[in-house]
């Protein structure tokens, strides 16, 4: 199939496209670059002997939307592109509304008028707000903590609304846990601009030097060590569950929600010895209070995702971690250093 891969070039569009590569599929990227770089597209024709078609620009444009849909005759639509920072949306909730509510309304209006009614949308664990009850089913309760969270939900709202409305819509809506890793090449992965927010990239910051010490976000959690719980899933694995998310959901009408995540919880600490074993040195670490608005615990029931997508995560955390390293060891500044 011709696929649009919004946010081609980031951390899950740039494996996920990798992974359609390889599967036969052609997929044509669209990003505006504001939170990725291009070499990207050199490493995976490297890796699959194929470089995607590559467009930069923005969801938001409307005329480009129309133009990409018909010239490149996309049957189905991947949708990463989003801003991500929660942090950063407590700040400027404007701009978040507006990438990323905005940018999929344009996006689904230009695919109703281009007839293409097959999506798969990037949503977010953080849909469950601050559920107490583990593991996270498809069916709990949802709410937000933030505007990036809010964001996610209203566009969650809009896809169950126009699947209503119209039963030509295909729409897949994959609730991700805490996508970590790297292709197992070490040629593409993560790379956070500034100081990343995220556990799995500070701490492969500290290993290679750009960071002093992990500080660990409380350690009085009600958890087995302290420090918070989190259900970590190898970004190879969540692209493959948009693969099967895409064989299964095509030509199927409504909107399907799939938790993808392992299905098991991980504390801070034992990431950080985990990640000390992949790179063969303990890491420090400092203890800080609790950063607002965290959770103590979160971690996924994929059942449902395993009982109608056939698809599980198959990685280990060691996996997750050495990959990671391999990735942040060979290129310890990201993509354009
Ligand atoms: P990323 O920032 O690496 O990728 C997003 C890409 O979208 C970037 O390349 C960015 O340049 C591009 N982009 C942003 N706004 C755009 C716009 N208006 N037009 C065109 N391109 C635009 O982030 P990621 O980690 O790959 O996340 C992909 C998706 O998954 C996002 O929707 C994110 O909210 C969601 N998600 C991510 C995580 C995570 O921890 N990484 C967890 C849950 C959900
Ligand atoms: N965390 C931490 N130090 C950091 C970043 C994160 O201790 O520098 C903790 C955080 O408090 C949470 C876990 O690691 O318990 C995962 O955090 P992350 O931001 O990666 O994911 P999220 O909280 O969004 O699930």
Partial sequence: MNILV????????????????????????????????????????????????FIQGDIRDRPLLDRVLREEKIEAVIHFAALKAVGESVEHPLAYYDNNVGG????????????VRTLVFSSSATVYGAAQQMPLREDAPLSATSPYGHSKLMIEQMLSDMAAADPRWSFTSLRYFNPVGAHESGLIGEAPQGIPNNLMPYIAQ????????????????????????????????????HLAALDHGHGRPGLQVFNLGSGQGHSVLEVLGAFSRACGRDLPCEIHPPRPGDVASSWADPTRAQAVLGWRARRSLDQMCADTWRWQSTYPQGYDA
């Fill in 104 to 115: 999929t309304l344009v996006l689904l209006a230009a695919m109703q008028a281009a007839g």
């Fill in 6 to 53: 919004t946010g081609g070039t980031g951390y899950i569009g740039s494996h996920t496209s990798l992974r359609l590569i390889e599967a036969g599929h052609r997929p044509v990227l669209l990003d505006n670059l504001c939170n990725s770089s291009a070499t990207v597209l050199d490493r995976i024709a490297t890796l699959t002997g194929t470089r995607p078609t």
């Fill in 206 to 241: 500290v290993a290679v030097g750009r960071r002093a010490a992990l500080r660990v976000f409380g350690n009085t959690y009600p958890t087995p060590d302290g420090t918070g719980v989190r259900d970590y899933i190898h970004v190879l694995d969540l692209a493959d569950g």
